[in-house]
């Protein structure tokens, strides 16, 4: 599989660290509010990455952090006149109400919460300080990131460069206004822990470094987020992840490029951000997710409601057609394929080793989509009821074989009436030996039952009204 490495600028081949075996850490939500679209892209990407990976016969090990402890987790609480860990609770249940309508593959999934690693984290600074890469000031600890060895190689940018770009916190206590907090010394009405500088909290990029090393081992094969993470976060991660351990901290970075609204990125600074659950009261969630695997992980998109329905339409196209044949497989026989049905076997393989080859190259979900549509296109253009069910049944499980990858397809919607089917099938042979007067009265009919069915160069297509 060829991956693009954001560290080396370049498509590379995946190469685990062991054989058999992927470590993947993504970084996950700061749970002080539901998560927005923006948040579902590198869930849902990644997620798929994940699925093809086990698709693959690999062993997974994948961690989405809880980030539930910063400034905005404390501006949440003191609004609300409640605690920290409340606003966090809420929102971990809340994230997971999302990741189930996303169709997440939560099983196995890490979910570490920050605040649950303050020992950890507090050992990993001290460390840091008795290599002399991390100093105390007052019970405010900051790396010296002129201890770090290449800072900047990941955004490709130099200090000087990252200085004048950067929001950084300034601080007359700093060695250098590059340096950042590890740990962060308390304030009145914050949360706080024991630690040898006196009471405080983490800093936001520490935990990261903490969990991976915890969960997944000093060196990762995969670390990945959203493109808006490179700087600072991801390459603070390395600074004082390849300090402390003097190894490589991932040996391939992804980032997903952001959502637009209006060609603006999607924030919740900009409030111009729509959050998955405002999306969920309009549209299945299964529609987003589709949505968010119809673009390169790597090219911007653009959001908006008609898009939206756009994809909508597209993930129903997939549904009747996975409908169809099983209808099909309903109302057929088990034979032997004649050579034309062989034919349109290898049809079917040739679609399923593209999607493949389009996942091999750099999780290309566009155009193994578009595989997925070749083949209800061959299906519905070719099978009937005397089609061999050996054939349908193999297209079938090569639908859900793939889609399964994509994670989509997998929901078993209210199947249509035997009347209903029947009819539609009627009016299909009904077209075929150019009785239109027949397949115009049917069409009345099914439209009196609540049916609207439409002719597309990709077979009929159908919804209730």
């Not at 351990?245 to 637009?260: D, S």
């Not at 044949?325 to 309903?330: C, F, V």
Request: glycine letters at 4%; proline letters at 3%; one cysteine or more.
């Amino acid at each position: 599989m060829i991956l693009y490495n954001t560290l080396t600028r370049k498509k590379e081949e995946f190469k685990p660290i062991e054989e058999g075996k992927v470590t993947m850490y993504v970084c996950g939500p700061t749970v002080y509010n539901y998560i927005h679209v923006g948040n579902a892209r590198p869930l849902v990407v990644f997620d798929t990455l994940k699925r093809y990976f086990k698709y693959k016969g690999y062993k997974v090990k994948y961690l989405v952090n809880f980030t539930d402890i910063d400034d905005k987790m404390i501006k949440k609480a003191n609004e609300e006149g409640t605690t920290v860990k409340e606003v966090a609770d809420r929102y971990i249940d809340e994230f997971y109400k999302d990741a189930n309508g996303l169709l997440l593959d939560e099983k196995e999934t890490v979910h570490p919460r920050a605040t649950a690693h303050i020992k950890e984290i507090v050992e990993f600074v001290e460390d840091l300080i008795e290599k002399g890469a991390a100093y105390n000031v007052d019970g405010n600890v900051y790396f010296d990131i002129t201890k770090a060895k290449d800072y900047g190689k990941l955004s490709k940018k130099n200090i000087e460069e990252l200085m004048s770009g950067a929001r950084i916190e300034v601080s007359e206590e700093k060695k250098n206004p590059m340096d950042f907090a590890l740990w962060k010394k308390e304030k009145p009405g914050e949360p706080s822990w024991n630690s040898p500088w006196g009471k405080g909290r983490p800093g936001w990029h520490i935990e990261c470094s903490v969990m991976a090393k915890t969960f997944l081992g000093e060196t990762i094969d995969i670390h990945a987020g959203g493109e808006d993470l490179q700087f600072p976060h991801h390459e603070n991660e390395i600074a004082q992840s390849e300090t402390l351990t003097e190894k490589p901290f991932a040996n391939y970075w992804l980032h997903n490029a952001m959502i637009n609204v209006e060609n603006v990125k999607m924030s919740k600074s900009k409030s111009n951000f729509s959050t998955v659950r405002d999306v969920s009261r309009e549209f299945d969630l299964e529609v987003l997710r589709f949505f968010l695997l119809s673009a390169h992980y790597r090219n911007p998109i653009n959001f908006s409601r008609e898009l939206l329905a756009q994809s909508e339409r597209g993930l129903e196209r997939l549904y009747n057609g996975k409908k169809n044949l099983e209808y099909l497989m309903d109302k057929t026989t088990d034979r032997n394929l004649t050579e034309e049905e062989l034919n349109i076997k290898e049809e079917i393989n040739k679609y399923k080793f593209e999607f493949i080859q389009s996942m091999e190259d750099d999780l290309n979900t566009a155009d193994s989509i578009a595989s997925l549509f070749e083949i209800i296109k061959v299906a519905n253009s070719n099978f009937n009821e005397k089609s061999s069910k050996n054939l349908i049944k193999y297209t079938y499980d090569v639908l859900l074989e793939l889609s399964a990858i994509l994670g989509i397809l997998s929901k078993t919607d209210e199947l249509l009436d035997e009347e209903i089917i029947e009819l539609i099938q009627k009016r299909s042979e009904a077209r075929a030996n150019k009785d239109y007067k027949l397949a115009d009265e049917i069409r009345d009919e099914l439209k009196n039952k609540g049916i609207i069915i439409e002719d597309t160069k990709e077979g009929v297509k159908w919804k209730r009204i």
